[in-house]
């Protein structure tokens, strides 16, 4: 049974090293990303009196506990919208020696072909001054406009150079499969400036959460969420992106691993039966998800003991996993049973040594 991991602290069991793979930076209001928009778009805001996309309130419920624990939040019910909150309340009592910056902020939830590229830009431009610069440890994620490829391929090239920047976010939810050639100009510039590319949770699409309709409740949604994981993943792997781009790499956050195993020997069975229909795929998709693709570790939804060591086992790698705390999100996790159920030698490259190969830190 997993019981609740106060994840204001690190686990005493463990002393080494920590690379958190997955905090986050919430944009408090728009007005504090206005001054990074160009001048014709603040115009427009003003002119609009548009208040910011609705993606992230769609994503994450403001109440809800899996939008931020109790203890992180401010007066006003917000959390993770100041670097100074971030420092206190994870990287100095967990003794984080690097942090993955994520900020969700709905870019794909506007639609306007222009705007949505300048609104990637301010939150980048203020990622950089208003994060990056407060603290050496934080690297990140960069936000592209996720509808247009060759948009969000220039928006990679102005600023994927920057030393702080690691990675690109790809919301989970897309309105196409990641994998589809549609994709390609993203996964060409980010494998040129030798960035990892994140899926993450969120997104936004004219299409239902789930591959047979809308939910009726938010935990439905919450719980199918995962399948979207999978679309994306088997995607990427069928179409051949990692066969047009050997060295690019994927991290999987907010989306669990424990379903590995099961939806690689799936992947493995589909592919022996008709391979032939994939002529590109030289190895079984299985070994390409290990040699190209790294999961954050929240949530876990973890069993007991003995059937997380089971799913361990399976994944057949000690390097898949890379810790996180998913900073604000309220998870539950059981870190102390991950950490007794795998083998000495896979604990330091879970805490820190495979995010540190990863995001080559």
């Known amino acids: 049974m997993t019981t609740v991991l106060p994840q204001a602290t690190r686990p005493s069991t463990w002393t080494g090293a920590v690379i958190d793979c997955d905090v986050h930076a919430n944009v408090p209001s728009l007005d504090a990303i206005l001054p990074y928009l160009d001048p014709v778009w603040q115009e427009a805001t003003r002119e609009r009196g548009w208040h910011g996309p609705t993606g992230p309130a769609l994503s994450y419920p403001p109440g809800a506990p899996t939008t931020a624990r109790a203890e992180w939040r401010q007066a006003d019910g917000t959390s993770a919208t100041r670097v100074e909150l971030l420092q206190q309340q994870v990287l100095e009592p967990w003794r984080t020696e690097k942090a993955v910056l994520n900020c969700y902020y709905g870019v794909d939830s506007l639609r306007h072909p222009d705007w949505a590229p300048a609104l990637a830009r301010a939150v980048n431009d203020w990622m950089v001054a208003e994060w990056f610069a407060a603290d050496e440890r934080l690297v990140g994620s960069l936000v592209i406009p996720a509808r247009d490829p060759l948009a969000a391929a220039a928006e990679i090239d102005r600023i994927g150079g920057h030393p702080q920047f690691k990675q690109v976010m790809l919301p989970v939810r897309s309105e196409r499969l ?176 495979s995010a540190r190969q990863w995001y080559r830190l």
């Not at 996964?187 to 239902?208: F, I, K, Q, S």
């Not at 570790?297 to 997380?308: H, I, K, N, W």
């Open 178 to 353: 990641y994998g589809q050639r549609y994709f390609h100009p993203i996964y060409e510039v980010a494998e040129r400036h030798d960035l990892v590319l994140g899926l993450h949770w969120g997104g936004t699409t004219e299409d239902a959460p789930s591959p047979t309709g809308y939910a009726g409740h938010y935990a439905e949604e919450y719980a199918v969420e995962t399948q979207l994981y999978l679309a994306q993943l088997t995607s990427v792997i069928f179409e051949g992106v990692f066969q047009k781009f050997p060295t690019l790499r994927f991290a999987v956050m907010e989306g669990g691993f424990t379903w590995v195993p099961t939806w690689g020997w799936s992947m493995n069975k589909k592919w022996k039966g008709l391979r032939r229909d994939f002529p590109w795929l030289d190895r079984l998709p299985l070994d390409i998800v290990r040699d190209h693709i790294r999961f954050s570790v929240a949530p876990s939804d973890l069993g007991s003991v003995a059937q997380t060591r089971t799913i361990l086992d399976w994944l057949g790698s000690e390097d898949i996993l890379m810790f996180a705390t998913d900073y604000p999100h309220r998870h539950d996790d059981d870190l102390e049973l991950l950490l007794e159920a795998m083998p000495e030698t896979m604990r330091p490259k879970l805490m820190a040594e």
